[in-house]
T-cell receptor, first 115, second 113 residues
Framework: GAVVSQHPSRVICKSGTSVKIECRSL??????MFWYRQFPKQSLMLMAT?????????EQGVEKDKFLINHASLTLSTLTVTSAHPEDSSFYIC???????????FGPGTRLTVL | GDSVTQMEGPVTLSEEAFLTINCTYT??????LFWYVQYPGEGLQLLLK?????DKGSNKGFEATYRKETTSFHLEKGSVQVSDSAVYFC????????????FGKGTRLHILP
């Protein structure tokens, strides 16, 4: 099946710094990518949906200036957590699909720890 | 709003035991229902899905039937293996313009040899 990678798998940073997470579709062109956040023992919560070449659509309650999403190509989307704080520590997961109604393929996730 | 509730884990079973993981949903309209599985260190994978009432999704020996009358989509397997140890997520999608997937909290399954 289709493969989605994320990098890094784990990152630890100091409070106030920015962190960039990459999501790549390795063997297909992803017209739509999704970013989720998962707290321990909680559901995956959709943060935003991005289509290649256009601005991301953020879910209610997600700060677009804090979580910057770029989907500049059909195989790469990035999530930048700006001025990270300890409460941003979480597991971030991306998924990608070839079209709006296609199956979503998930990356392995990135664990962010903000000290 | 729309939501998915699944049984809390961890669930621990012996190999070859019968598995049921309960899942119920709340949604308006006619959602599609999914089970995803996450093996250790890997991303979520679609295990099976059903798109309309009374549909049965099946894959790798797992089955789930879309029951609209009870708003349920319970996951079952007749004989589990150690390799089935993973986290299982029940989910729904309205199939609307956003294609948003709403997940349950996940159920961790441990299979003992």
């Amino acid at each position: 099946g289709a493969v989605v990678s994320q990098h890094p798998s784990r990152v630890i940073c100091k409070s106030g710094t920015s962190v960039k997470i990459e999501c790549r579709s390795l063997d297909f062109q992803a017209t739509t990518m999704f970013w989720y956040r998962q707290f321990p023992k909680q559901s995956l919560m959709l943060m935003a949906t991005s289509n290649e070449g256009s601005k991301a659509t953020y879910e209610q309650g997600v700060e677009k200036d804090k979580f910057l999403i770029n989907h500049a190509s059909l195989t790469l989307s990035t999530l930048t957590v700006t001025s990270a704080h300890p409460e941003d520590s979480s597991f971030y997961i991306c998924s990608a699909s070839a079209g709006r109604t296609d199956t979503q393929y998930f990356g392995p996730g990135t664990r962010l720890t903000v000290l | 709003g729309d939501s998915v509730t699944q049984m809390e884990g961890p669930v621990t079973l012996s190999e070859e035991a019968f598995l049921t993981i309960n899942c119920t949903y709340t949604a308006t309209g006619y959602p599609s229902l999914f089970w995803y599985v996450q093996y250790p260190g890997e991303g979520l994978q679609l295990l099976l899905k059903a798109t309309k009432a009374d549909d049965k999704g099946s894959n790798k020996g797992f089955e789930a039937t879309y029951r609209k009358e009870t708003t349920s989509f319970h996951l079952e397997k007749g004989s589990v293996q150690v390799s089935d140890s993973a986290v299982y997520f029940c989910a729904l999608s309205k199939g609307n313009r956003d294609d948003k997937i709403i997940f349950g909290k996940g159920t961790r399954l441990h299979i003992l040899p």
